[in-house]
């Protein structure tokens, strides 16, 4: 069992910056991938970020790439999100979620999160 806690939700200005953090705690907790997914009102969840047990292996959603920075400290358990740049569409709430690969973490993650949300306004 994995257990997942968010922190570091809050509001934004648009081009403003948040950075996410989630506590992961458990067995085996840093073999297993990470990832950032977020739910925009009226939308459905979708995958952001992930990394791998060993940082080797990110993916992004095309639209954060360049804005949105993932990352982990194994020796702290602990997963950030790091946000510059925000823009309205980044509002929703963001779920820590945690899987055997990057691609479960994607697509079908086995542990979750509560979430934090974040809001971007003018």
């Known amino acids: 069992q994995v257990q997942l806690a968010e922190s570091g939700g809050g509001m934004a200005q648009i081009g403003g910056s948040l950075t996410l953090s989630c506590a992961a705690s458990?067995?085996?907790?840093?073999?297993?991938?990470v990832g950032w997914h977020r739910q925009s009102p009226g939308k459905e969840r979708e995958f952001v970020a992930g990394?791998?047990?060993?940082?080797?292996?990110?993916k992004y959603k095309d639209s954060v790439k360049d804005r949105f920075t993932i990352s982990r400290d194994n020796a702290r358990n602990m997963v950030y999100l790091q946000m510059i740049n925000l823009q309205p569409e980044d509002t929703g709430v963001y779920f820590c979620?945690?899987?055997?690969?990057?691609?479960?973490?994607?697509?079908?993650?086995?542990?979750w999160g509560k979430g934090t949300p974040v809001a971007v306004s003018e």
């Open positions: 979620a945690a899987a055997e690969s990057i691609t479960f973490v994607r697509a079908r993650p086995q542990y």
């Open positions: 458990g067995q085996n907790v840093n073999w297993h991938s």
């Open positions: 990394i791998s047990g060993d940082s080797s292996l990110i």
